[in-house]
């Protein structure tokens, strides 16, 4: 595993009406939401490190703290950064931030952990 502190990447897409707080039941707004800002954190997360896993691995989450700062119109542009701030074992933590076109709309941790998927999903049927 390759991984270490200061990894980074930054996605970059419209609120979707999907991600809407009306339609995932977070609330009646027709606005980006919360849980949607906390996949797009964890989407962040996963994609910056699954290139530096070793193969059949992947990471699951297992703790999300976030700050959920302003509303953002469905429409427009949203920006995720994800960074990798430590890795301790399987245990690797993150650092994001979230930027519509107005500034800064939520921030946060995020924590996974490094499985074998094969692993991790034989656990689950039994």
Known sequence: MSLAP???LTLEAPAA???SA???ASGALEVFSTPSLVARFEAACLQVV???LPGGSTTVGIEVAVKHLKATS???PVRCTATVTAVAGRRITFAGELWD???RIGEGTHTRMVVD???FLARLSR
């Open 6 to 8: 200061g990894l980074t």
């Open 17 to 19: 009406p999907r991600e």
């Open 22 to 24: 009306a339609a995932v």
């Open 50 to 52: 699954q290139p530096h």
């Open 74 to 76: 469905i429409g427009q």
């Open 101 to 103: 076109a107005e500034g």
């Open 117 to 119: 998927a094969a692993a």
